[in-house]
């Protein structure tokens, strides 16, 4: 029972292992190009058996990543989304099934927004769930950046020509991926027919070939170079009617999938080359050339065998040279010449020649004919060719017969002498050339010198043997051995003598003997004979270059400015030669140092006679600015110096030193030369300064801004700086214009410097300078005073930089005068005029009033004064009674008030009697009143205010800026008659015991009679009451008073008062 339970529960455990379903998709992430094929695979396994498996695709987007996206499905035709369901309809889109359990989703077209997760999901087919039902596969679609371009040509092509074509192969993907590049040939007759592949590099960097041209790539005929980055070259030798067709490039970009499998992404070809090939001609022909055929013994003999065909460096001929029916000479297709047995030691003495001169020309040459070289010439050529079967064949031709006849020699020799010039200058080389025309054997060569003026025994100078051995005479072998004789056979009828470093001692008369030589015998007995002689002479003179050796100095200008270059030439004659070379100093003497006791030139630079540059302890424009060279002959030498300035300016020449190179090497100095003297004159630059003379007047008022402009209209370069200068002129006390005053100074800098004018007015806090640009200035003055009234205007100095960075002032101009008046503001002081008659009683009050209608500004203050003017003449005319008396001596002081409100501190000082009945009293601003208290007769008189207007300068001072007298008011003062009221009242004594002292007195009865009476109640208070009223009732007693003494006090008793 155990047993059964046991294999009930291993046949369970089975089941359940074959029911667990595995879904698997190609793995990912897969990167592929916008518009490639796509395919992905998808597996199922643990499934039931004998079921067909169904495969559902989805698509989840990036955006998006929980939204499934239908695409297509092997059971539901209907299954894709709208956004798919047109691409599943046309099969740009469907599902390829393999087998049962496996399926490929094919997108023949991928776009860049089916980039995201690709789901496989296969339905359930076993009626219970385990396991799993979909897999994912992450896509990535990039843009197809691969580009193959070859241009579209025809090319027309002879067999065994070269055939070159480039391919440009990019791509600019950011991914890791690799190209592989091929070329490929379709035939033009049949269009549908399989391309042939020619070569190709493959994506892991191997060169291979197609079948039928693996042969031909191994022989090097068939290459694919990679020239640059993008670069792809084909290069096909030796083409074959074969290779005819259209020729074009394919390009493929892979990328290896997380499988480490490589899928091409896309693939591309380039437009196509038509490649026409024309068959060569195998046929052959060949000519024998030579200049003539009749020759005289030693002359040499060329003879050339020409190939005619096509193809020739291709093909492979062998040439055969033959005289008189015995070999000559072998040349085989190797270029490899096998002499015959008569003319090997012919050859190896340098007589004979065989060589293949290009592919179709081989050459036969015999330097010196014999009388036994005569005969016929033939050339054999033999071509071997190879058979399609491997076998070679060989074809020979010959060319026709050619006659050659050589003379006996007899010489015929002709000696011509040159010279490079018939009178040398000393140093120079003396070139002399002898040439031997119609020479048929070897020469020799002596080279002779004769003394012209002192005729003497002929010196040998070198001679040439007739092998070409140079041997030097005994006086001139020294010399020889420094170089300074050289000897050459140029050619072989031509030789040279040239004497470097010429001396005044070469002069003289120089021959050159030719003697022309014919070698007799054979080997090993051989002769030379002398078969002819002949010479030549010429006359070469040697001038020695002291006799014209000078120096001279100019310059095209002598006067610069500020900044600006000059040149100066030093010119040294004659021409310069290596073996008697010059070396030259610049020389420089500043100016005005001639008065001085260093007054010297100093070196600023030399060239040696070797050529290269030695300063000197003078160095002009701090030696950078300062340039030096020479001409290729050596006979200019230039100085010249940029942006000169002050320390450029003086005196210059230059020295030359002639010196003679001897032959060993050592140096003698020959003559020595000093140029005229230059003068340099270094000038400031021409001013364009200009400033704007506008003259202007305004009119100020205390206490505002005042503005003043300096425009600078042009100045002399965009790099000067500008100081400028402000002036006052100020009228003198007497009406003069005084001495110009400096107010202050900005100098190039910004700085400020105030003038002592300014410290005297103490301006430094009022005035302001200001640069509003470049060329602008602006003077302010704020708070302007009447004594800044004058005339003002601006120096502006111009300052520049020297090539040395020293500053300098240029030029100086003023501008225009700008004349300033500063006036207090306009006097409006006006007083009330009216004229009036006031009379009062004595002991009464005068009122006095002083009304200001209009004052000439809102800050005024005035300063009020009354007086009394008390001229008893009362039959003056009236136009003197409406004005004040204006004298001193006519007025009295009544009342004062200052500007400062303070009483008594204004026009005048009253006297101290009168302050006690004075009362002064300000209403408004403009109205102001006096009263005068106790009118006695003597206060009669006629009474007018005198104001005084006072402004506050900008000085914060106080000053008086006009002055007015009101209208006359005429007071009378009437007198009282004695009487009791006015002896009273003018007694004060009296007027107390009268009028004050009573009431005290009767008031304090009063009170006692009212205690009295109070009492009086209270002891009878009850008869008081019998009839409920009291007997008396006193009420309080009214007092009424005036007080002034004209209404005495009053006592009354009203109605009622005592019942």
Known sequence: MATGALLLACALFAGVAVAQRIVTVQGGPLIRTEGSHLTIWCNVTGYKEGLEQDFEWSMYLPSAPEREIRIVSTAQPNYAYAVYSQRVNSKEIYVERLSRDSAVLHITKVLANDQGLIECYTPNTDGVYLGSYSARTNLTVIADSLTVVAPAQTLSKVEGDTLQLTCEVSRTTTQHTHLSVGWYLRSPEDAAATPQELVTLSRDFVLRSGGP??????????????????????????????????????????????????????????????????????????????????????????????????????????????????????????????????????????????RKESANVHLLKLQHLRPEDAGKYICRVTEREKTPTGDFIDRSKRSRNVQITVQPLKSNITVSLFSNSSEVLEGDVIQLSCLVHTTTGPLSVVWQWTDKQAPGPTQEVASVDRDGTVWQGPAYRERSSYGEIRVEKVGADTFSLSLYNALPGDEGQYSCTATEWLQTGTEPELNWEKIGEKSATKTVTVKTVESSFSVSASSRTPSVTYGDSFDLLCLVKPRHNPRVPTSVTWRFMPAGAEYDSE?????????????????????????????????????????????????????????????????????????????????????????????????????????????????????????????????????????????????????????????????????????????????????????????????????????????????????????????????????????????????????????????????????????????????????????????????????????????????????????????????????????????????????????????????????????????????????????????????????????????????????????????????????????????????????????????????????????????
Not at 251 to 279: C, G, H, N, V, Y
Not at 290 to 316: D, K, N, Y
Not at 331 to 348: F, H, I, K, W
């Open 213 to 354: 041209y693996r042969q031909r790539m191994a022989a090097g005929d068939l290459r694919l170079d990679k020239t640059s980055a993008t670069s792809y070259r084909l290069t096909i030798h030796k083409l074959q009617p074969v290779d005819q067709g259209l020729l074009y490039c394919q390009a493929a970009e892979w990328i290896q999938d997380s499988d480490d499998s490589w899928f091409a992404m896309t693939r591309k070809q380039s437009d196509k080359t038509q490649l026409r090939i024309q068959p060569t001609d195998r046929d052959f022909s060949i000519q024998v050339s030579t200049e003539r055929r009749s020759f005289t013994a030693g002359e040499p003999l060329e003879l050339r065998c020409t190939i005619e065909a096509q193809s020739v460096p291709e093909r492979f001929f062998s040439v055969s040279w033959v005289f008189s029916s015995s070999p000559v000479a072998v040349v085989g297709p190797g270029a490899v010449p096998v002499l015959g047995p008569d003319y090997t030691d012919r050859e190896a003495a340098g007589q004979m020649t065989v």
């Open 599 to 1059: 007054g010297v030139f100093k070196d600023l630079v030399t060239f040696t006679r070797e050529g290269t540059l030695q300063w000197g302890e003078q160095l002009l424009g701090l030696g950078t600015r300062t340039t030096v060279d020479r001409s290729h002959s050596n006979t200019n030498f230039r100085l010249s110096v940029t942006r000169a300035g002050r320390r450029e300016a003086g005196k210059y020449q230059c020295t030359a030193v002639l010196w003679r190179r001897n032959y060993n090497n050592s140096w003698s100095r020959v003559a020595n030369r000093t140029s005229n003297l230059l003068g340099i004159s270094v000038l400031q630059p021409e001013s364009k300064l200009r400033v704007h003379k506008t003259n202007q007047s305004h009119t100020y008022l205390e206490d505002s801004r005042v503005r003043i402009n300096c425009s600078i209209a042009s100045q002399s370069s965009q790099d000067s700086q500008h100081a400028v200068l402000w002036y006052v002129v100020r009228r003198a006390d007497d009406g003069s214009e005084a001495a110009e005053e400096l107010l202050l100074k900005i100098d190039r800098s910004g700085a400020f410097e105030y003038g002592a004018y300014a410290d005297e007015e103490r301006l430094r806090r009022r005035v302001q300078a200001e640069r509003l640009s470049p060329r602008l200035y602006v003077l302010t003055l704020n708070r302007a005073e009447s004594s800044d009234s004058g005339t003002y205007y601006c120096m502006v100095e111009e300052w520049l930089s020297d090539p040395d960075g020293a500053w300098y002032q240029l030029s100086r101009e003023s501008s225009g005068f700008t004349r300033v008046l500063v006036r207090q503001p306009e006097v409006r002081l006006q007083v009330e005029e009216t004229k009036s008659n006031v009379t009062v009683a004595e002991s009464g009050a005068i009122e006095l009033g002083c009304s200001i209608p209009s004052q000439s500004s809102k800050d005024s203050r005035f300063s009020v004064s009354w007086y009394v003017d008390r001229d008893e003449d009362e039959d003056e005319d009236e136009d003197e009674e409406d004005q004040p008396a204006e004298e001193e001596g006519e007025r009295e002081c009544v009342f004062s008030i200052g500007h400062d409100a303070v009483f008594g501190n204004g026009n005048c000082s009253p006297r101290e009697e009168q302050n006690t009945r004075v009362q002064f009293e300000r209403k408004t601003s403009d109205q102001y009143s006096l009263t005068i208290q106790g009118a006695r007769p003597t206060d009669a008189g006629r009474y007018y205010c005198h104001v005084e207007e006072w402004l506050l300068n900008p000085r914060n001072a106080w000053y008086r800026l006009a002055t007015n007298n009101s209208g006359f008011t005429i007071v009378n003062v009437l007198q009282q008659v004695s009487t009791i009221q006015s002896v009273v009242c003018s007694n004060d004594s009296l007027f107390y015991f009268v009028f004050f002292y009573p009431f005290p007195i009767f008031g304090i009865l009063l009170i006692a009679l009212l205690l009295v009476r109070y009492k009086s109640r209270s002891n009878s208070k009850s008869q008081e009451g019998k009839n409920g009223a009291p007997l008396l009732w006193i009420k309080e007693p009214h007092l009424s008073y005036s007080p002034t003494c004209l209404d005495p006090p009053a006592l009354s008793l009203h109605p009622g008062s005592v019942d």
